[in-house]
């Protein structure tokens, strides 16, 4: 009997113009350690499927210093929250409540106004997926040649500028809602899950064109990123590729 296998590859890239990179994600096990470095972040490969396996992307928020250190928090709760995992339960929810509380007690520790974080988190549970987003990093599903957009923004438009109105971190008194679904994957759909640093720059129109099913991730995860910065990379791009077979 053959294992259902869940490929990976993720690029987390500080962009051409931000000084520092406010970007984090959890894959496979897997984050941004060095929360002050500013070079490429890019690694590949494989898990089962039956492993129960988190991935995340993580984008800061809250100013110089604290940003970088919001998103941490999240990945390192990832990791911490999924050693002790149940192997068939599906747990985003209960994840995202602690990370949110964990950021909100060192906003106060540090006797700071805001520091969150977007989130957008898919997890793969035998033959199901989970997902849960919170903000404004999206999360696609690739399948066949059609890109859907599975994740929902919380956002708020004013003429060319955006206010987040989700995230993980919420000050006290507002109520942090992060949208959650779960549906059956088929063997061959992609996922990706990336910050704004990619869909800022890139239409899904343009997304859809550079993920080509038949190429490696890496390649692909490494192609929507240098994308993003011969936009103008005018903020810090992560991209995380999913195939699941």
Avoid: W
Avoid at 10 to 20: E, H, P, Y
Avoid at 117 to 125: P, S
């Amino acid at each position: 009997m053959r294992k259902n296998k869940v490929e990976y590859a993720v690029v987390c890239s500080t962009g051409k113009i931000r000084r520092n990179n406010e970007d984090n994600f959890f894959c496979a096990g897997n984050l941004r350690e060095d929360v002050n470095a500013v070079a490429d972040v890019a690694f590949s490969g494989k898990v089962d499927a039956n492993a129960n396996e988190l991935f995340a992307v993580f984008d800061g928020m809250g100013g110089e210093a604290c940003g970088e250190v919001a998103s941490y928090i999240a990945a390192r709760e990832s990791m911490a929250f999924t050693r002790g995992k149940d192997a068939y339960r599906e747990y985003l929810k209960p994840l995202a409540a602690q990370i949110d509380q964990r950021i909100c007690q060192e906003t106060e520790a540090r006797s700071l106004v805001l520091m969150g974080t977007t989130a957008a988190m898919l997890q793969v549970c035998g033959d199901e997926i989970f997902i849960l987003n919170s903000g404004d990093s999206r999360i696609y599903r690739l399948s066949g040649h059609a890109l859907e957009q599975l994740s929902v923004e919380h956002i708020v438009l004013s003429g060319s500028s955006k206010a987040i109105t989700q995230f993980l971190g919420m000050p006290e008194g507002y109520e942090p809602k992060p949208y959650a679904a779960r549906g059956k994957y088929r063997s061959g759909d992609m996922y990706l899950l990336c910050s704004d640093g990619v869909t800022d720059m890139l239409t899904d129109e343009e997304i859809c064109r550079i993920i080509d099913d038949r190429m490696e991730l890496d390649v692909l995860a490494r192609a929507l990123t240098d994308a993003a910065l011969d936009r103008g990379g005018v903020d810090n791009i992560t991209a995380l590729l999913l195939r699941l077979t």
